[in-house]
């Protein structure tokens, strides 16, 4: 029944939406790689690949690249992460019309974990720099994650999970709200190795006027000294 229900999301998220050629950056969709590699149980370091589209597969609108250092405290449920990532951007200015834009961007994040009855949760607190195609930019991002197990309690391994995030973000400036991103999704656990999630994600941004939203696919490959 879990594996129908997640096969219908990612087709939903495919096909859902014929309104993108009236309205093309109204409904996107997000196709994610994280390769991450363990030193120790201490020590990651992370690649992140992302390719996101107006259509599904073809008329891209971000190419993203990026990598990370993470260390994990071992007495604490707290991780701190540096990285710094390269965005191409296309933007539509009109139906017809796109402009390109770059940036280059530095940030770093702690985030903390813990239980919320049986889910496992997240807060994540991140400052960016961002060289932008218009200047420089200092953005703040808070996130509050929910990993909710799925399946017989009496289940050893439960490989099924659902996912419920929310992330506001905000920039130095007069009008200071950027957007907020509501998730939602399932995640399938393959091995320690290999996981793959789908989400749907709704953005709020444009001064809290305008609505995106994303039909999103992560495969997460973690290899090296995991233990």
Same mark, same amino acid.
């Given at each position: ?5 997640f $096969? ?19 409904? !996107? &969709?997000? $196709?994610? &790689? ?11 370091? /992370?690649? !992140?690949?992302?390719?996101?589209? &107006? !259509?599904?597969?073809k ?5 993203? /690249? ?7 405290f ?8 540096a ?10 200015? /009109? ?10 961007? $530095? ?5 903390? @974990? ?5 889910a496992g ?25 929910? @990993? ?20 506001? @973000? ?8 950027d ?12 091995s320690?190795?290999? /996981? ?21 696919f992560t ?9």
């Amino acid at each position: 029944m879990k594996v129908r229900l997640f $096969l219908f999301f990612i087709l939903s998220g495919l096909f859902l939406s014929k309104e993108s050629a009236a309205q093309p950056d109204n409904y !996107n &969709y997000w $196709l994610q &790689y994280s390769g991450s590699y363990w030193f120790s149980p201490r020590w990651v370091a /992370t690649a !992140n690949l992302q390719y996101r589209t &107006y !259509n599904p597969i073809k008329n891209p609108r971000v190419i993203f /690249t990026g990598a990370e250092a993470t260390y994990n405290f071992k007495e604490a449920p707290v991780s701190l992460t540096a990285g710094y990532a390269h965005l191409f951007n296309r933007n539509y200015v /009109t139906a017809e019309k796109t402009e390109f834009a770059h940036e280059n961007r $530095l940030y770093q994040s702690i985030a903390i @974990r813990g239980n919320l009855w049986k889910a496992g949760i997240t807060h994540r607190y991140q400052v960016e720099e961002r060289w932008l195609t218009q200047g420089y930019q200092t953005r703040f991002r808070y996130l509050v994650a929910l @990993r909710i197990p799925l399946g017989p309690k009496e289940q050893e391994v439960r490989p099924w999970y659902g996912i419920l995030r929310n992330e506001v @973000r905000v920039i130095i400036r007069d009008q200071p709200f950027d957007s907020n991103r509501v998730f939602g999704g399932l995640g399938y656990t393959f091995s320690k190795h290999f /996981t793959l999630e789908g989400m749907w994600m709704s953005q709020l941004h444009g001064g809290g006027t305008k609505h995106q939203h994303f039909a999103m696919f992560t495969l997460k490959h973690d290899f090296g000294q995991m233990e």
